[in-house]
């Protein structure tokens, strides 16, 4: 497994991949993620309740793999087909419990397609009829509360299968 100390950025400083420490359990100053965020892990991925909210579209999950893998070029085919099963399942359970509309799948690679941090993640939007999403979600984004992230990760659980 890689180990978030071994990854280099382009600017040559060491890299903490702050998706690889919460896969890991660590909460520090390098990473947003809490472990209440987790929705749910398998052998393959976890599911997180993203800490940037999008005005109209609060509460959006992302998908990622468990292993460090920083882009699409580099993911395995096992572990695509894993997310993919796992973004069903996610679009599946915010559709009954947020009562949303719709379901918008985003996956960036490199700074160039907008990714952020440097580890694969699908991000999962719900989507409702007349929201701006695409128009929000560079000027209104906002970092979530705690107590609002473990709201929504409380109210989508009991639809994220536990196996």
């Known amino acids: ?95 009954t419990a947020y009562k949303c509309d719709g379901i918008t799948l985003r996956q960036n690679n490199e700074p160039a397609g907008d990714q952020h941090a440097m580890h694969y993640h699908l991000h999962v939007f719900p989507r409702y009829n007349g929201d701006s999403l695409n128009e929000n979600i560079l000027k209104q984004k906002r970092v979530a509360s705690v107590a609002d992230r473990l709201a929504k990760v409380n109210k989508l659980k009991p639809y994220i299968n536990s196996s």
């Open 1 to 95: 497994m890689w180990h978030n100390d071994d990854m280099i950025n382009p600017n040559q400083e060491l890299y903490h991949c702050p998706i690889c420490l919460g896969n890991q359990g660590i909460e520090n100053e390098h990473t947003m993620l809490l472990q209440q965020d987790l929705v749910h892990r398998n052998d393959l991925v976890s599911i997180w309740m993203n800490s940037f909210w999008i005005e109209g579209n609060e509460g959006h999950l992302i998908i990622v793999p468990n292993e460090h893998f920083e882009n699409l070029y580099t993911l395995p085919a096992n572990i695509g087909t894993a997310i993919f099963e796992a973004s069903k399942q996610v679009a599946l359970a915010l559709k």
